[in-house]
């Protein structure tokens, strides 16, 4: 993976990640726990804060959570960086992994918990870290189950296109 890879990928986790904490802190500092706005309806802001995953799995496991996390972080890193799949679209899928597990990783660390606040209908309660990832998750699975796409090709070197012939992006003007 070429350094401009690597720049975009940071700059689309730092976006997600950056847009992510910003509203965590608004409804931290203006609502209290619990609140919801408006009070009743289909789509509300509530503010709750969750110590366990989705679906309220696996409550009060701070250091299993955060132990998890990095590695999780970790995988991607290295999964991404071995296998070949050109395009940008790869590169936005990373990006959104990350910010958004970079974004409750943070809220793990400095809180003990992740703020949740995106409250639809019947789903549980998200926040847009997790929104981030389930995205990053689906462009992933739609990348890799196109119709005649080649499976990733493991590359010892990073990431080059599926013919092999080096990267996506030039390194020229």
């Known amino acids: 993976m070429n350094i401009r890879q690597w720049a975009l990928i940071l ?9 992510d ?11 209290y726990p619990g609140e919801s706005i408006p009070k009743q309806g289909f789509f509300r802001l509530t503010f709750v804060r969750n110590t366990g995953v989705a679906f309220g799995l ?14 999780g972080i ?11 799949m050109p395009g940008m679209l790869p590169l936005l899928s990373l990006g959104m992994l990350l910010g958004g597990a970079l974004g409750n990783l943070a809220d793990r660390v ?6 949740d606040f995106i409250d639809v209908g ?8 997790d929104a981030a990832v389930v995205t990053g998750v689906a462009i992933l699975l739609w990348i ?16 080059t296109n599926i013919a092999g ?3 996506t992006f030039s390194d020229g003007p």
Do not use: C
Not at 11 to 19: D, K, Q, S, T, Y
Not at 144 to 159: I, M, R, V
């Open 21 to 31: 904490q910003g509203v965590k802190v608004l409804i931290d500092a203006t609502m």
């Open 11 to 19: 700059l689309f986790a730092l976006v997600v990640f950056g847009i």
């Open 110 to 115: 400095r809180l003990g918990s992740v703020v």
């Open 58 to 71: 696996f409550r009060d496991r701070g250091m299993l959570l955060t132990v998890t996390s990095i590695i």
């Open 122 to 129: 019947p789903w549980p309660i998200f926040n847009l870290a």
């Open 165 to 167: 012939q080096g990267t």
């Open 144 to 159: 890799l189950y196109q119709p005649g796409q080649k499976e990733p090709k493991a590359e010892p070197g990073g990431w």
């Open 74 to 84: 970790s995988v991607m890193v290295w999964y991404f960086r071995r296998h070949t």
